[in-house]
């Protein structure tokens, strides 16, 4: 049985986020606020990986392997942080 591939969008991370774990993140930058904003719009979800070398801001080469997630919640905050 053959299993059509489908492109998701992908939130890398510097660590490691394991099936069943709930992460609270705090996103600034536009690319993923833009990522979360559709991942709502759609209720669909977005790959997790674990960063290999890089960072979290700018361009980052990830592991192959990842988390696929759904939000649960949602709240813009309040203030600086």
Excluded: C, N
Excluded at 18 to 28: A, D, E, M, S
Excluded at 37 to 61: P, Q, T, Y
Excluded at 62 to 72: D, F, K, Q, T
Aim: hydrophobic residues 40%; charged residues 15%.
């Amino acid at each position: 049985m053959r299993t059509a591939l489908q492109k998701i969008p992908l939130f890398p991370l510097s660590m490691a986020l394991y099936p069943g774990v709930t992460l609270p993140l705090r996103i600034f930058e536009q690319r993923y606020l833009h990522l979360v904003s559709e991942s709502l719009k759609s209720d669909s979800g977005f790959g997790v990986v674990l960063i290999r070398s890089g960072g979290e801001v700018g361009h980052a080469s990830v592991w192959p392997l990842g988390v696929y997630v759904h939000i649960v919640d949602w709240s813009q905050g309040e203030g600086d942080y």
